[in-house]
């Protein structure tokens, strides 16, 4: 195996979809053998590819098993939430200002007597 | 093999539905993508029990982490992720009880049906590449498996599997070196 025939193999495994640099596609070109490496590693690349199309089915049973398990609790609903959460958030700050309010007067009262 | 399939009728719709804790649109949404998440939970774990398990943890994972799905990728993507993770986790939880002993000696064969869009095309070596895919050892076939089939990028892989991308391309170079010799070692015996 000449040097560009090993820098192909070392090459091919890395390239996937990718372009081959100049000198090695020239090298490619011009040589059997590394021409077959190169089908070889382009189809079974395709051939991975397609493979995204391919389903295996599922057992038969599993979308139940998965429903069954999720238990009786829902996830919180989104906008309840929010709803809930602002008046919450505007009465403790209400209740936060009363309070730091009376303590104030409460100071001014005793320094002033 | 008959493949039963629901279509997607206003997907959309069924994830904003399922976002706000109804259990019927996330059911539906089981039903369209169980398929796709159990054929890629057993690309990664190989062993269909345990894939099976996978794809049913990934789905109650993803139910549990509906509200926070904000639609920046799509559905499916989201889920597959959550099925890496899933089998990552398994993987893992499986390691510490035994070292992976059947890894490399079962294989197991799949019977595969190809989507209806895709059906017209020739698989040749659909079957021949799965088996050989299943022989490769776990850490090398997801990465090869999320690449090559399922297109992610490098640093996606090295997110969701823990490594650095340094890793998870030296680790594709050696699958699809691997994958390659098995498919000539096949191609030799065939002919």
């Known amino acids: ?113 | 093999m008959e493949r039963e399939r629901v279509e997607p009728t206003e997907p959309q719709a069924l994830v904003d539905r399922a976002r706000h804790g109804d259990r019927d649109a996330f059911g539906e949404l089981v039903a369209i993508h169980q398929q796709e998440v159990y054929t890629l939970a057993v690309r990664l774990v190989r062993d269909r029990d345990e894939a099976s398990d996978v794809a049913q943890d990934a789905f109650i994972r993803a139910w549990r982490a509906m509200p926070k799905f904000r639609g920046d990728a799509k559905f499916s993507t989201w889920l597959h992720r959550i099925t890496v993770n899933t089998a990552w986790t398994h993987r893992t939880k499986r390691n510490r009880v035994r070292l992976d002993p059947l890894d490399s000696l079962i294989s197991e064969p799949q019977a595969t049906t190809l989507d209806p869009i895709r059906a017209g095309e020739s698989v040749s070596i659909g079957p021949i590449i799965e088996e050989a895919l299943s022989k490769l050892s776990y850490s090398i076939r997801s990465v090869v498996v999320l690449k090559d089939i399922y297109d992610w990028s490098h640093s996606e892989i090295a997110e969701h599997l823990g490594i650095s991308v340094t890793a998870a391309k030296v680790r594709l170079h050696r699958g699809r070196k691997e994958l390659r010799l098995r498919l000539d070692g096949c191609q030799d015996g065939a002919s």
């Open chain 1, 1 to 113: 195996m000449s040097v560009m025939c090993s820098a192909v193999s070392v090459a091919l495994p890395s390239v996937g979809n990718d372009a081959i640099a100049g000198r090695l596609w020239s090298h490619i070109e011009s040589c059997a053998a590394c021409q077959t490496r190169y089908t070889g590693y382009r189809e079974m690349h395709d051939e991975l590819a397609d493979l995204r199309f391919v389903q295996i089915p599922a057992p038969i049973g599993l979308s139940q098993k998965v429903m069954a398990s999720l238990g009786p609790v829902a996830v919180p609903d989104l906008d309840e939430g929010w709803d809930h959460v602002v008046p919450v958030a505007a009465a403790a700050a209400l209740a936060t200002a009363a309070a730091g309010t009376a303590v104030l007067l409460k100071l001014y009262r005793h320094r002033a007597a």
